[in-house]
């Protein structure tokens, strides 16, 4: 069982709105940075949002990331096709003294 | 630009080891950490460990403890990593990832992968 916990599915139409949630403990999101990484079929992890809501540089504006006490949050605004992929929240946890990851959750458009 | 580049392809025998290179450029190779992180197939990421290049300093896994070894070359930039006592679930794609900052999972450059099997 992985450290973090996400829903293993999402779904939307285009245009709509998605939010992908994960769950920690104050030994992790609790306390540290969540990150975000995209990852589309076939290839590596991609750093979609750094430092619970930070985009990097060529992220679009629709993701965003929130955090609130030991939870974070992933939005994907306005859906689009190229938006399906896995999601992973990730977070260094200070008890275990480790990065963790959660399973990850598959993004489809409808 | 920034580039990991990882080697080929492995295949292995259960209870051989593996030894995956991380090949970094575009950047002063002592100034971020190397994480390494698996994946096996059509499963989520697994974090194993990192390295800081300036200290040689390793921090891992517990799983992965005793079985795991990260070293560094710094005439050529590179990274490596070797498991040993290779099982069936070994069997994965392993990345290695630039750490922007240490102790934290900011991932903000990642290696193409190495994919490993181990088969009898």
């Known amino acids: 069982q992985s450290v973090l916990t996400q829903p293993p599915s999402a779904s939307g139409t285009p245009g709509q709105r998605v939010t992908i949630s994960c769950s920690g403990s104050s030994s992790n999101i609790g306390t540290n940075y969540v990150y975000w990484y995209q990852q589309l079929p076939g290839a590596a992890p991609k750093l979609l949002i750094s430092?619970?809501?930070q985009r990097p540089s060529g992220v679009p504006d629709r993701f965003s990331g929130s955090k609130s006490g030991t939870s974070a949050f992933l939005a994907i605004s306005w859906l689009r096709s190229e938006d399906e992929a896995d999601y992973y929240c990730a977070a260094w946890d200070d008890g275990l003294f480790a990065g963790v990851f959660g399973p990850g959750t598959n993004v489809t458009v409808l | 630009q920034v580039q990991l580049v990882q080697s080929g392809a492995e295949v292995k025998k259960p209870g051989a080891s593996v030894k995956v290179s991380c090949k970094t450029s575009?950047?002063?190779?002592?100034?971020?950490?190397i994480n390494w992180v698996r994946q096996a197939t059509g499963q989520g990421l697994e974090w194993m460990g990192w390295m800081n290049p300036n200290s040689g300093n390793t921090g891992y896994a517990l799983r992965f403890q005793g079985r795991v070894t990260m070293t560094k070359n710094t005439s050529i930039s590179t990274v490596y990593m070797e498991l040993s006592s290779l099982g069936s679930e070994d069997t994965a794609v392993y990345y290695c990832a630039r750490a922007n900052v240490g102790f934290d999972v900011n991932f903000d450059y990642w290696g193409q992968g190495t994919l490993v099997t181990v088969s009898s």
């Open positions: 575009g950047y002063t190779f002592t100034s971020y950490d």
């Open positions: 430092r619970n809501n």
